[in-house]
Each structure stands twice: as structure tokens, then as C-alpha cells.
């Protein structure tokens, strides 16, 4: 196989996102694209006239021309459309969140494996210039052993009626912590609130305990007047300021760290701190979406697991999944190991 | 009584500022500073050669020259230097936070009450102009019904060996929330880490919860590379952007708001947003530790209540108090009602 | 007529956005595109089949099909390709700067009159959301009598081979200040230099003088690591701070003012500062060249002036045409009245 | 001489900082200060009740018990203060800008060095923290060969009655640029306005002009609503942003640079650009003006030139008195070597 023919399922906020970068990937040709929507399909002729549009998701995944699916569809339909086309044999890529649970994740994971077929979160972010110098920066111990992950993603709206504010903005973040830091999570708590009296979160609040003394937490909104993309990363030698909203500046590594040691009468710790120059490096500018569709068409092609793979995603819906429980159980810690 | 004696007991980080302010208050005069430390008397004879330096607390608060003592030590000595004070007589100003728990608050707060004694706590935040404004534009209902508070206070030190981070930081912002929103809180949910091995949090997360869809959040660490003071303030009108790095510019009000409708046949809700202009307004730039010796003063010469009384000193003990055993009991809600 | 064929000459840096924009308005057609390059027409087949992509100019300028030729191609071609359009009866929208010198311009001016055609100078930016508020903001005297205008733009590259860093990046501002202030100015002062030992200024400053004590400045870079899009407009009730870089909050009113007195022995000036608040108004967000496209259609269709109208486009040529003289006299005043 | 006696003249703006700074000094005694006005002397006395205070400046340069005298009081005053101190064997420091015009520095210079006296000019900023590390990194050659510095000091107020804002705010950034870049300027062009109808400009623009390619341009305005503080310096191998606006990173250096060739038919210039990582050094902290105390002093004492020289004072001059004479002849060129 050495074209690997692909469809994909929704046209909605993403999927032109996804039309575009699948269609010039020079790997792999895009051959249709289902949507329920007329208007959707119009738009997708006007721009793509090449490109076979279908109403069906099943002429997609069923197609005996389709190799690989992209599923880019609202959460609650991932698990069937991607269980579906696993079925038929085909690679499939889901939008993050990859399933609305961690059993459908472990069946749609245990399907692929059996099947010998590629399946992919699409967590985005992993192949952004910036978290690709952050993992090469943690990995190469620049900061030294990482001590905490705090992270805020905030603006105004897009309500979503279905998922709450974790499921709809902590994917992006989680994701990357799960990228960067490789221990495991023990456990969350979750608090968080909603002002449209529907039990759906607009604002939340998320913690992530491990077993070290690491510790991670998300602040999410859709209720802000300020929109903020904005994460902490510290070490015990350096720390990171990640801002995604910076035009080019994204990445700032901070020379700045504390070390403690007991004094001898043990009876008080001493903090020392320590503040020094700042590094801002250059980031690579490639559009991270042609990267997704880069790593998941290599990945058919030379069997091998791509770097935002299924066993990611499925970390980041158990953390989803455990935070529901937690807002629910009134910010009760909930056990994920 | 037309000219208050005053004494302050504690020359350390804190002291300083507040001696400045008191000597410069033409309706008091402050007769005698007590520390321990012979350094620190040696650099307030230096700065302030009028006022009398002594090295035991005894000689400030049971001096019959003293009508009102302010009380600036280290958390755990407030409630017994503040209770002899009050035994003695004194009308009593103590630093934030109040006292180490409720209980001691209790005590102090019915003596003072039995005594006929002004009893307050040192909130100096209240008397910023930017929180003043704040409370104006709250209380004319500029943003509507409040909906969420949400603050950060972040930076690189100073570790504290006996008390955590929100113990630290936090009682400015809550005594913040407490002034500014009325509706009483419910409960707490707190997490944190401690990297120093000493059980003493450096970074902690605090969710206060209310029977009303309100909900409040604070951020705390010692541990951040960068520093940053702010908090976000919505209501179903307007929100507030509260900067307090900014050096005039503190306060924005944004006419951003979001409302919400459930749809005919109930199956959704329907968000809408809105955004509009921003609006900064001037605030007073006098300084804030000068309005809290101003109100003491006066509450002393009118027998009033100051902004900054003992109840609001003792609601912010409340809530850290609680905070402390939430973390302890991994994140589980604690009721403060 | 009701409805324009229009031409568009150029498909480089610029073009697709014109050719985005004319074939999205409703009140004309965007037949057929010329450019030299077979790989701009290739781009443009992909992007828009619709259209016909021609080598020739000429095969747009004297087609019988087309009503309105846009122009976009390099500045000194402006003034050849404008005269051929206009003698063949065609409306004529112009890239800024309009033309190599106000000769030129004239020469258009009195041919397009003589011919009663539609010329029009593409000066975007006043069609944008910010520039439109502010012009409300000036007409309606809430800033006073306006007292200066000083920006500043500045980035790394695109250094031009042909034209200096003015005739790049100024007219932009140029543009906004004749629009804005209705005085006519006097004389103008210019310095720069050039990096590259090709006469092509990278770096230039320009003083734009009245009659009255209102004063002009711009500051315009190729060579600045940062970029800058920032304009402050001062009046003696209030001033604006206009950062075009901002996402949303471009253009800041500060009630900011100075006003001085003579002291009765007239001996000093006495001068009285005033702050207060800052207001950030919402702006139009739609997209300016859609404005300018829709200008231009309309004032063919209905026969009347443009508001970026071939006079304001003179007038920029004019201030720029005088700067390259200054700059050549070592910074002489050039008076342009 | 082991320790110095000083006595200073003037206790205005600056002068509490002057008397601080050499108050604080272990090499020099602070014996006396002259102020003309009873409630500045009265609020000297109350803060440094140990210095003598005096009505008439004769009495410090004319005391037989002072070494060296610090001028610290209106500029037209500065030459006759100082001539006299030089008169009568003092070492002298003079606020900036040292003198009101060349040939007053001349006469001072010579009569300084003719005693063997120390004479200094108070530029302040040589001795901070940022501009040391930028002397550092343009003398290593870090960012290549310097191609020009374009400085921004503008903000509301302080209007003075008989400088105009060049000879008030320029001397700063002057006093910068004649440290950190040693090739000597050519010419000047200077343009401005008054506002204030007593020919003292409050907005003026600066173009120093040199032999080689380099250029500085100066933007200094009182009528400003927003405080900037900010330089670019670049060079053609990396640029400097200075900002002093910033707590701590007030230095970034910009791995940018651009290079040009000509192509092979001589007929065009290519230019290519380059970006990458930014580095923001960590800044020495202490305060500038000890510094400046400590090396007038230990030049009085090892008999050596301070860093902050008259020469270097009568450069800013030089640059100050060629400004004024360009802005009254508009802006024509006025050379200064």
C-alpha cells in the first residue's frame, strides 16, 4: 500500500481543518467526506471540488475504496462510528476526546489491536512547535525533576449543550501533561459549577494528584471576558511559562528554582531561591494539524504507533471521565490507577 | 479621648510599613514599638529616633501611656498577645490572618464584645482603591448578580516554615470575596502539595462553595517563575479583571455577559453571549495601610465598627481553617456553615 | 448597471485578498485576473476555477466584458496600467500608494473626471472597525482640538527593492492621519538610512508640520526585531491609543489632558495635568478590504465619491514624494502647500 | 584623604535621592546640603537630623571642611555652582544635563583639569543594571556591528518652564547612546513643537547622524497618556530591546538579524532575514545611584576619571544645544564634529 486513501466523517468547526491538511498531504489521497448537513456538503464542493461529499457516514466507512477514517463528529458518536469502521478494517483517527468513556476507549483499543489497524486521538497540540520543544526541554532534564503542571484555558463561550467545560477544554491540556510527564496520576478531585441549569459545567476546576510530589491542576471557563492559554511548568532547576497566545514567544524557560534542606536542629526547613536569566527558544512553525494527519498516515504505512496514539487518549478520558465523578460526589477524590 | 497612644508589637517584614503609618496619623501618636531582636530596634531607633524602642511585647501592652495596640508577629503569637491586650484594656488592631482558628477568633471577638473594645483585623487590600471601586460597581449592581470569583497569587517565594501557602496569600483575597460578595459560603474543597517535606503546602488550590450558584477559586504558590495578582470577577452583566501588577489600570469592567434560555421543547439550552466595551476607571492612589491606621483611629474616637472588622477577620480564618483539613482529607468538602 | 464586472491586474502578496473580496460581494463580478506568473495563475485556478486567469493585462484593461479594473501590482506600474484602464473607460481602484509621484496622480485625476470614471486609491485601513471609531471619536470633539499624531511601524523585512521603507509601511498611517485631521498640512521633514548600500532607505522618520501647533510624526522600520503597529492621537480633552497588534482592544481613550495658564507676571506657564478613566470601545470587526471593495462597487453604482477617493490618495503620494526629497537634503524642511 | 566630606546643592526632585545614596556611603561623610527653601531644609532635618542644613549654597562649595560638592539644582544654574566649587578646590558632581551649553562645559572641563579636580556629570543610567549588561554584550560583539538605536521616553508631565523636553527627558537615552556606541556622531536634525505658546517644545523627535550607516532617533514627548520607556538597538548580527518599563526583564536580545548581497546582474539587492531565540539576562539590582556615589567617590580618592566623565556629559550637550538650534532653523541639519 503506498497511497493510503482516506474519508472523513463531519464537516463541521473542524472538519475543514481536517479536509485541508488530509488534502495536501501528499501520502494519501482524501476521497470523500460525510455530513449530514446540505449546507456542509455545499460549502465542502465550493472548496474542494475533487472531493466526493456524502451524506451517509457509512458510505465513508464502509466504502471498499477507504483505507484510513478520520471521525470528526460531537463526542457522543465516536465510539460507534470508529467501533464501526475498525469493523470494516479501516485506520481510523478520532477528535479528541477520543470515546465518552474509558470502557468504550478499552474496547475500541482491544478491536484495533486484534485487527492489526492504526487507531489515533487526534490531540492536536502534541505536535505543536511549542510542546515539541517543551518534551525535548523536560526529556533532556533541563528542568530538572518536574514538580508541578498548572495550567489555565479560559474565554468566552462556546457553551457546549452535551459536554461540559472539562471535556470540551481540558483535552488539550491534559493531553499535554500526559505527553510531558510520564509518571502515572493516582488520582483527582474536581470542583466546578453551571450557571445554565442544565448540570452541564461552564466553569471548573481540575487537580491531578500522583504519587511523587507532583501535582497538576486545570482551570477551565467558558465564562471569562479574557481569553487566557496559559501554563506552568516547574522543575527543581528551571520552570516554564508555555503562553499560547503569544504570536511567536510561546515557550519562556525560567532559570529560576528552590532547593530546602533541614537545618541541623531539624526543627526548621530552609528555602532557598534562586532567579536568573530567561530563555525564549525559536519554534518551529509548522501548522500542528499537518503533523496529526502526517504521523497518523506513517503510521498505516510503516505499522508503526503514532506518537498521540489510542493509549493517550484514553488517559486523557479517564481523567475526564474521573472528574464527572468527582464535581458530582462534590470534589471527592477519585482513584484512576 | 481626642488623641490616641498607640503601640505596635512586632518590627519585622510588616512592622516597618505599619509604624509609617501610624506615626504619619495626625489623630494618634505612636509612643512605643516592641521586638525581640535588637537589630530590628536599632533600625527603628535610626528611622524614628521620637519613638520609644522596647524589646518585651509586656512593656507595650500593659504600659497604661497605650489605648490601642497593633499587633504585627507571626500568626501563632496573635490570638495570646491579643488577648492580653484586650484584658488589659487595649482597643486592638492585628495583622491578617486574624488568629491560627475560629476558636481563638471566638474568644477574642467576645472579649473584645464584653469590653466595649474595638477589635480589628488588618485586611489592608479593603482599603485599596481598586477594591473599593469594586465594591462600588458590585453594589450598584453594575455586573448584575455575581456569578464567579476566581483569583491567582502567584510567585517565586518567600516559603513560610509554620504556615502553608493559603494561609500565606490567600486571607487578601478572601478577605477580598468577603467584602465584596455578601451571600454567605457553604463549603470548601482544597488540594495542594508540599515539595519541602515539611507538610507545609507551597502550592494550593481552594474552591469555596455556596448554596446559590456562586462559586470562588484561588490559586496560590510560592513557586512560580513569574508573579501574578489577579482576579476575575463575573456577573450576568459586566465582569471585572482585577490586575494588581497593573500600575494604574487595576481595574477593567468588560461588558461581556452570557444569558441562557432552554429551547421550546426543552431538549436544549440555548447560550447567547455578548461582548462590548471595556471600561477603566481612575481610582484613589492613597495608600492603603493608610486607610486601615485611619479607620482603626477612628473606630477607637467614634466607637464604630471598621470596614475591616473582627467578623470578616474571623471569616477568612473560617475558610483557611477549613482548607487545611480539606487538604488533609485529600480534597473532601468541609462545610463552613 | 447593476451589476459590475470587475478586472483585477496582480495576483502577488496582495491579490488574493482583493480577488477574495470582490468575488464575495454580491454587487459585482469578478471575471478575470492578470498576472505574468504562470504559478500565480495556477494558484489562482485551484482556489477560485471560476475565474479567468489571463497572462496579459491588457486582456483585462481593454476587454469589453469589464466595467471596474482593480490594480495591484508594483508601485511604479500604478500609474501606466491606471491611465490605459481609465482611457478605456474603465472605474479604477488603485493599491496603495496610488502613484510614483503627484504628477502622476494629477494626470489621473483630471483624466478620470474628464472621463466621469469612479478612481479610488486602496487605502484599507480606513475601512477598518478601529479607524471608523476613531474618525466618530474626532468629529464628534471628544478629544478637543487634536494636538498630535505619532506612530510608529515597525517589523523585520520585507525590505523592497525598489521602494524605501516609507513608501512601504507609511502610507498606512499617512493614510489615517489625512483622513482623521481635516487641517492640511505645511511641510514636512524626513531622515533614514540604508543598510544595504542600494539608496533604499530600511529605516526612516518623517515630521509632517501645520500651520497650526498640531504636529505629525512617523516612525517606520524594516529592521526592528519587534513589530510595532502603535498610533497615539493627542487632543487637549482627551487622547487615543491606537494598537492595531491588540486582538480585540485596538483603540484606547484615556481622559488624559494638559492645559496651561500665563502667570500674571506672565513670567511662567503654568501647566495642569488630568487623568481619569480609559474607555475601549467594541469595534466593527468586519473585515476592512470587504469595505473597500464595497465602496468602490457602490460609488460606481450610485456615481459618488469614494471615501478613500483619489484626492486622499494624492495627498499620501504627496507627503511621500516630499520625504524622499528631505531625506536626499539631509533632513531639509520641504514645504508641500 | 581617607574619607571624603561632601556637601550637596539643592534639595528638590533629586536631591533626597542624591543625599540617600551618599548618605549610605562608607567612603564619604555627608556633611552639609543648601536649599534655599525653609520647608525643604525642615523636611532634610526630620529625615537626616545629623546633616547641616544651609540657606546659601556659598556656605557648602565655600567650606573649608568639604571635598567635593554635588549640584543638584536647575540646570541655568548648573556652570556658575559649578565653577565656583572648581574655584575653591572642590571635586564636583553635576546633575544632567551637566550644563546648558558647550562652551560652559569647556570653561568647567578645563578649569577641572588645570586643579586636578574630578569633574562628573550625573547620568544616572550608565550605572544601572541594564545598560552595564548591554555595554557588555555590544562590547563582545554579540549583536555584530551596531546599525542603530531608536529610543521612545514619552509619558504626561512634568512640563518644565525653561528646558524644553529634549533637554529634560533626552539626556537619559543621549547619555546611552554616547556610552554604548564609541563611533562620534556627525550631524543632528531635530523637530518639535509647543503647545504651551511659550516656545518650549513638550514633543520632540531627535536624528543623530553619523559618517558610517549608524543612526539614533530620539521620540521625547510630556503629552503622552501612556508611559513608554523603551530603546531598540540593532545590530547586524543579533538587536536589543530595552525596556525600563519592565520589573526585572528589561533586556532581550533577539537572536534576529538580516544580511544583503547583490545578485549577479548588479541590478538587485536581496536581503535575507533571520529569527530565532530570545535570551533575557538576568540584571544586576542594585541601585543605580550608589553606584554613581561610589565612583565619584573612589575617582576623588584614586584619583581616577568616573565612568559617567565631563566629556561625556559635554557630549550630551554637544547633541542638546545642536537640537535646539535644528528645531529653530526646521529641522535643517546641524553638524557637531
Redesign the interface.
Known sequence: MSNINVGVVGYGYWGPNIVRNFFANAACTLKSVADGRQERLNLLAKIF?SINGVKDAEDVISSPDIDAVVIATPVFTHFGLAKRALQQGKHVLIEKPMTSSVAEADELIELAARKGLVLMADHTFLYTGAVQKMKEIIQTEVIGTP??F?S?R?N??L?Q?DINVLWDLAPHDISILTYLITEEPE?I?A????????E?EN?A?L?V?YSS???A?F?C???????VRQT?I?G?KK?I?YNDLEP??KVRV???G?S?K?EEDKT??M?D?R????????LSSREALAGVADDFIQSVLQKKDPLSNAQLGRSVVKILEASQLSIKQ????VRIK
Open positions: 471540488p514538580l508541578y498548572d489555565a479560559i468566552l463561550g457553551f449543550p488520582s478531585n470542583t466546578g459549577i453551571s450557571h445554565t441549569r442544565n452541564v466553569i476546576y487537580t494528584n510530589d507532583f501535582i491542576h482551570n471557563s467558558w465564562s471569562s471576558p479574557v481569553k506552568l516547574g527543581n520552570m511559562l511567536s514567544e525560567y532559570d529560576t528552590y530546602h533541614t526548621r526547613i528555602v531561591y532567579t536568573g536569566d530567561v530563555f525564549i527558544p525559536k462534590k470534589g471527592k477524590e
